[in-house]
């Protein structure tokens, strides 16, 4: 019996792309999810996988999309929330306001599936007490929101450099979680312990132990392409730790790693959307060979079930 890895994909929409890198338009909530969602259900169909995809309550509330969303209800993936409008800052905000994010988006999801999702993400890393306990609240089996990485702070300064954003938005923006305190956060799965007494499941995004270095799938996708090789080399040295280790991977995806700018022709600013789609699909399905040969691939409410089970978590104080 192989151990667990779940995969999950962020569903994070052009409007969202756009708004982070300050683009004028995104306010009218420009969408690729008629292109992307029929395409990467394909794909997954292809390769037998269930995942978990995070959702964007702002994206199910438009009628533009409905078509193209209700592909996902009977679809076999399980559908997280991925909070109402996608703001990394979510963390600062007063706890009304945090709650109408997660609440509204559940309600959509509810709408969209006729299910209540059980798994959050925070956009950009986003988390707080007041979020968890709001989770706690509300029924959610896990978190999945934090990044151990060291890479973030160095990506978030990048990404300022290359932004149209004006010094108030990137005052707002700086604002981002992502520091070498989130860096040293645990890399397995832990329990948040709340001042009120409960608890809430924490799912990271994995990165490789000790070293803390990133494998999410864009982070491969960018090491691909300098050479598929030293990238399978890196994963398999990543897998590798985890499996000593006894890390069980969360592996994340993002719409940027299958799409290209052929597709969708406004994301041409986005880095990486020139390689075309079926170069990525390759390197896609080379990483998901490579994940398969020492762990079952599975959705991230059936990893958080089976941790749960086996109730063998460290409880941490936040
Ligand atoms: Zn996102």
């Known amino acids: 019996m192989k151990p667990l890895a779940s995969i999950s994909l962020d ?8 708004k982070t890198h300050g683009d004028v338009g995104w ?15 394909d794909v997954l169909h292809n390769l037998d996988l269930k ?25 076999g993936h399980e559908l997280g929330n991925h909070s109402l ?10 706890k009304d306001k945090i709650e109408r994010e997660i609440l509204q988006t559940e309600e959509q999801i509810i709408r969209l599936t006729g299910q209540k999702p059980t ?10 007490e007041d979020l968890h306990q709001i989770l706690v609240e509300n029924g959610y089996m896990y978190d999945a929101t934090t990044f151990p990485t060291y890479i973030v702070p160095v990506a978030t300064a990048y990404h300022f450099h290359k932004s149209n954003l004006t010094s108030e938005e ?9 520091g070498f305190r989130e ?19 924490e799912m990271p995004v994995t990165t490789v132990p000790i070293l803390r270095m990133p494998f999410h799938m864009s982070y491969l996708l960018f090491l691909g392409r300098v ?26 995806i993002h719409p940027t790693d299958l799409l290209d700018s052929i597709q969708v022709p406004a994301m041409h600013f986005f880095p990486g959307m020139d390689l075309s789609a079926d170069q990525k699909l390759q390197i896609f399905k080379k990483v998901i060979q490579e994940l398969s040969k020492h762990f079952t691939l599975v959705n991230m409410r059936f990893h958080a079930e089976s941790i749960l089970q086996r109730n063998d978590i460290r409880i941490r104080c936040l």
């Open 85 to 94: 409008s996608h703001e990394p800052w979510m963390h600062l905000y007063q």
């Open 51 to 75: 995942i978990t995809i995070f959702v964007v309550g702002q994206d199910v509330a438009l009628r533009k999309n409905c078509a193209a969303l209700r592909l996902l209800k009977d679809s």
């Open 227 to 252: 050479s598929v090789y030293i990238m399978l080399l890196y994963l398999r040295i990543g897998l590798t730790m985890c499996r000593l280790t006894g890390t069980e991977p969360s592996f994340v």
């Open 119 to 128: 798994g959050f993400r925070g956009p950009g890393f986003s988390w707080s």
């Open 183 to 201: 860096a040293l956060r645990p890399i397995d799965p832990y329990y948040w312990k709340l001042p009120s007494g409960g608890k809430m499941l």
């Open 27 to 41: 306010e009218e909530f420009p969408s690729y999810l008629d292109v992307l969602i029929p395409y990467l259900l």
């Open 11 to 18: 569903l994070d929409n052009q409007w969202a792309y756009m």
């Open 170 to 178: 990137r005052k707002k923006r700086k604002r981002i979680r992502g």
